[in-house]
């Protein structure tokens, strides 16, 4: 790609397209009682994803974009479980009956702040209320600096199948400038105690665009993070929002590198990772060939949510949680953002929805263009259209933006079949965004396309 192509289209900032519409057109029209209902409108019998949002940490990552809370004790977290306890009761009263839980995520914050028999508990009251059996998928995010043998025991015992690491970056320099020192060493052990336990799908998350980051210091991160041989990695831009994330004011804005510096810090990752044997799959995940998200990109049945790059087929997500985000078949769901609201709606017996999404027309039509372009960087507009009863000619008509990616080089289109060039990968959001009627019509604040 030409350094001035990149340079047009790097500093653009642009959605993560993990959901469509994407959450800043979400709006107060949809409140618990249109949740309520839609809930009691699912298919009985159909499988599910559910998501738990537990928002603590013990300390404050300056590059950190989730949303969370810094807590010292305990009994704050004890109280939000309670709330937990207490909505997943009031999701499943409306259901049409039980529903088949395919995959569980519990994200964060750190999710095993919570005691190990406060997991279990959070698991048992699961499994009251959605049926699970040994396929089904349940995954947690963890910090290694504060994983607990007794709870790595917990995790295995609660039926845990993959665990997400956060490594971001092994550079002392690094580690420094964001608040986050991890030794290499606490997340080996961290690795070896839960294979050992067994839970045997393991995840990495790495981060380029920090304070101090240079090509070579990432390279030293990921020949230390493959020599413990990860299932998956996945491979983040900083995302740089000080006005939004206001502890993200403690770095300091010259450490940072440009587009350009990104952009070359992100492909020797991806090279490296490669070399490694890694399949390199969508924007910025990689697998060993033999795991089933590699075995998904390669036969064209990826999926995107927001939880990234996964298998789940699923078409309903369920979110519990401050914060947290569901989509049904109608439209999306968003709980209250912070902890005291979320934990006071639950209180008064309601759920604690306060904004949604219906999905207009066309919104899974475009849904399923975007999707496709971000796992498999191609879609067949035609293919598309199909099941929709869509004209592929109209969508392309209403890509204004398309023609340019095309001139720039950036796309490649034969009929209805829209190709991303390959060595405009990083800009694969740009091209997705091509085909976004909502950009720019409400206040986002969006990361850098790359």
């Known amino acids: 790609m030409k350094p001035e192509i990149l340079a047009r289209y790097a500093d653009q900032p642009l959605p993560r397209y993990t959901s469509y519409p994407t959450a800043p057109h979400f709006?107060?029209?949809?409140?618990?009682?249109?949740?309520?209902?839609?809930?009691?409108?699912?298919?009985?019998?159909?499988?599910?994803?559910?998501?738990?949002?537990?928002?603590?940490?013990?300390?404050?990552?300056?590059?950190?974009?989730?949303?969370?809370?810094?807590?010292?004790?305990?009994?704050?977290?004890?109280?939000?479980?309670?709330?937990?306890?207490?909505?997943?009761?009031?999701?499943?009263d409306p259901l049409p009956g039980r529903l088949a839980a395919a995959h569980v995520h519990f994200g964060g914050g750190?999710?095993?702040?919570?005691k190990p028999a406060q997991f279990?508990?959070?698991?048992?009251?699961?499994?009251?209320?959605?049926?699970?059996?040994?396929?089904?998928?349940?995954?947690?995010?963890?910090?290694?600096?504060?994983?607990?043998?007794?709870?790595?025991?917990?995790?295995?015992?609660?039926?845990?199948?993959?665990?997400?690491?956060?490594?971001?970056?092994?550079?002392?320099?690094?580690?420094?400038a964001i608040n986050r020192v991890q030794t290499y060493e606490q997340t080996k052990?961290?690795?070896?105690?839960?294979?050992?336990?067994?839970?045997?799908?393991?995840?990495?998350?790495?981060?380029?665009?920090?304070?101090?980051?240079?090509?070579?210091?990432c390279l030293e991160t990921v020949a230390q993070a493959v020599?413990?041989?990860?299932?998956?990695?996945?491979?983040?831009?900083?995302?740089?929002?000080?006005?939004?994330?206001?502890?993200?004011?403690?770095?300091?804005?010259?450490?940072?590198?440009d587009g350009a510096a990104r952009h070359a810090q992100a492909e020797a990752i991806a090279a490296a990772l490669v070399d490694a044997g890694y399949v390199r799959i969508g924007l910025d995940h990689f697998a060993r060939p033999d795991d089933e998200?590699?075995?998904?990109?390669?036969?064209?049945?990826?999926?995107?949510?927001?939880?990234?790059y996964t298998t789940d087929a699923c078409k309903t997500l369920i979110g519990f949680g401050a914060s947290s985000?569901?989509?049904?078949?109608?439209?999306?769901?968003?709980?209250?953002?912070?902890?005291?609201?979320?934990?006071?709606?639950?209180?008064?017996?309601?759920?604690?929805?306060?904004?949604?999404?219906p999905f207009a027309p066309g919104d899974r039509l475009r849904a399923a263009v975007i999707e496709r372009i971000m796992c498999d960087h191609r879609v067949d507009l035609g293919q598309v259209c199909a099941p929709f009863g869509a004209d592929p000619d109209q969508l392309l008509g209403e890509a204004a933006a398309l023609d340019r990616l095309v001139a720039d080089?950036?796309?490649?289109?034969?009929?209805?079949?829209?190709?991303?060039?390959d060595d405009a990968r990083p800009l694969v959001r740009v091209l997705a965004a091509a085909f976004d009627q909502y950009l720019g019509q409400a206040p986002a604040r969006h990361s850098r396309a790359v």
């Open 27 to 92: 709006g107060a029209a949809v409140d618990a009682r249109i949740y309520s209902e839609w809930l009691g409108e699912l298919r009985p019998g159909g499988a599910v994803s559910l998501y738990l949002h537990v928002p603590f940490c013990r300390s404050m990552c300056w590059y950190c974009g989730c949303h969370t809370t810094i807590t010292a004790r305990d009994e704050p977290i004890a109280r939000y479980l309670s709330a937990l306890h207490a909505e997943i009761a009031m999701v499943a």
């Open 110 to 114: 750190t999710p095993t702040l919570m």
């Open 120 to 176: 279990i508990a959070l698991m048992n009251a699961l499994r009251n209320r959605f049926d699970f059996d040994v396929a089904t998928e349940v995954a947690i995010e963890i910090d290694p600096r504060t994983l607990e043998p007794a709870m790595i025991r917990a995790l295995a015992a609660g039926g845990v199948t993959r665990a997400s690491l956060g490594v971001q970056s092994f550079d002392p320099v690094v580690q420094q």
């Open 189 to 217: 052990a961290a690795t070896e105690g839960l294979r050992a336990a067994g839970v045997g799908g393991i995840n990495f998350d790495l981060i380029y665009g920090l304070p101090h980051q240079s090509v070579a210091s």
């Open 227 to 257: 020599s413990l041989a990860p299932d998956r990695v996945a491979v983040f831009g900083y995302a740089h929002v000080p006005s939004f994330k206001l502890h993200q004011r403690k770095i300091d804005e010259a450490a940072l590198a």
């Open 293 to 308: 998200l590699a075995r998904a990109f390669a036969e064209g049945t990826l999926h995107r949510n927001f939880q990234g």
């Open 325 to 357: 985000i569901g989509r049904l078949p109608q439209g999306y769901v968003q709980n209250a953002v912070l902890i005291g609201d979320y934990q006071r709606r639950i209180a008064e017996g309601r759920l604690a929805t306060c904004k949604g999404r």
């Open 409 to 421: 080089g950036i796309a490649h289109r034969e009929d209805h079949v829209i190709m991303l060039a």
